[in-house]
């Protein structure tokens, strides 16, 4: 019998892409390019940005400095089964080798596509407790990035084989850097872009890899997974793409606290100026694991608080970058104080296929208002035109400080009608 992963591979390939597939490969694409030139212009990205012109930038190190500007803002994709950010792996990967190879757009964007499929399925079959401990982009995106570089550098199926294997044997990246607000995570994006392109450069060399890297007794689901699913790596083929079933984030912040800020931003224009007593959250448990912080200390720590961004949506009727800043956490420090949350029905037994949430409010006259998302903003039930994907993309390049946002957003979709791979535009400002 096969391995998991040479199944996988397998599946992968088999499956067709039509034009439309591409459009929506080249609408992430751009989603994920503009996250990473916006992420040059923050504290983090700086010093990512340092590192690099240190040495000579090759192509691992390019792979490993996009994925971690990609990340840095909390505005990048999600998909929710498989609670992976597949974009900020497989984009700078991809890019990085299709640079190199001057590969053209139909290509990149079928190796995007199949990256895509590849960490998600993998993120699908890992089970819940893995994410408690595991961050999924960084353990499963090494996967995605591997079989996307594998897709452009032409891999025999025996070869991606191994390149996923010594994708696997890198997978790592630890929640504790939430404890204190580190820069751990833009770390975990970069290393899993790094980690997969590198796999498969050495499997196009004949670098074996273990092919039993996910089943085997010493593999990655014994090793990190206590209730790992591994039919799912494999069900449904004939199901879309899994990049038509990724959510692109409306708001800079943890994809958690974005059922609430939906909910919320509904009820802040039913508020008005009328002040508010109480705020009960209700949603899932891992939205709780990951983003119960009452009193952010921090602008990064107030991205990853129900409370506080549950307060930002209600009190101001809006989330945006300037909502995690030092004055904003003073000004709603009181009433992200009053904001209790919760896991509860319905919205705990339907994650992850669906991130939900109710937010219950009491105002000082008695009025009791709620409303209620099972799906949010940007989610596939739920999408973001095109319209909205280039309004977002633009505000992304124009925080990145690029002077003509939309030259490079026609020149990123355009690749989708055989358009060559554009170079990233550097920053003016």
Excluded at 198 to 210: I, N, T
């Amino acid at each position: 019998m096969p391995s998991l992963t040479a199944r996988l591979a397998a599946l992968i390939a088999a499956r067709p892409v039509t034009a439309e597939d591409r459009r929506l490969a080249a609408l992430f694409t751009l989603d994920a390019m503009a996250n990473a030139l916006a992420g040059r212009k923050t504290a983090p990205g700086r010093i990512l940005l340092d590192w690099a012109a240190a040495e000579p930038l090759t192509t691992g190190r390019e792979a490993l400095l996009l994925g971690g500007l990609t990340h840095i803002l909390e505005v990048d994709d999600l998909h929710r089964a498989s609670v992976v950010h597949p974009g900020c792996v497989v984009v700078p990967a991809a890019y990085a080798v299709a640079r190199r190879r001057d590969t053209g757009g139909h290509a990149f964007l079928d190796a995007v596509l199949r990256g895509f499929e590849a960490c998600c399925r993998v993120g699908m079959a890992v089970g819940p407790a893995h994410y408690r401990i595991w961050h999924n982009t960084a353990t499963c995106g090494p996967f995605g990035s591997a079989y996307a570089v594998g897709d452009l550098l032409g891999l025999s199926p025996a070869a991606m084989t191994d390149a996923l294997g010594n994708a696997g044997t890198q997978s790592s990246g630890l929640w504790q850097f939430l404890e204190t607000g580190a820069m751990s995570k833009h770390l975990h994006a970069g290393r899993a872009a790094e980690a997969g392109l590198l796999a498969a450069d050495l499997a196009a060399r004949g670098f074996s890899g273990p092919p039993q890297i996910l089943e085997g007794e010493k593999g990655f689901f014994r090793a990190t997974c206590t209730d790992a699913e591994p039919a799912r790596l494999l069900a449904d083929p004939e199901a879309p793409w899994q990049l038509r079933l990724t959510s692109i984030k409306p708001w800079p912040c943890c994809r958690h606290t974005h059922p609430t800020i939906d909910a919320g931003l509904e009820l802040a224009g039913r508020i008005g100026n009328r002040s508010i007593e109480h705020v009960r959250v209700t949603t899932y448990q891992a939205a709780l694991d990951v983003c119960d912080r009452a009193a952010p200390l921090s602008e990064y720590e107030a991205k990853f608080s129900l409370q506080h961004t549950a307060a930002a949506a209600l009190a101001e009727g809006r989330v945006d970058f300037t909502s995690f800043d030092e004055p904003a956490r003073q000004r709603l420090a009181g009433l992200a104080a009053r904001v209790e949350i919760a896991a509860g029905a319905p919205f705990a037994g339907r994650y992850p296929q669906a991130w939900g949430a109710e937010i219950a409010v009491r105002l000082g006259d008695g009025t009791a208002l709620s409303a209620t998302r099972e799906h949010a903003f940007g989610d596939p039930e739920n999408p973001l035109d095109e319209t909205a994907m280039r309004a977002k993309a633009r505000m992304l390049l124009e925080f990145g400080g690029i002077a003509t946002p939309d030259r490079f957003i026609d020149a990123v979709l355009a690749m989708a009608e055989g358009g060559a791979l554009p170079a990233l535009p550097e920053a003016t400002a």
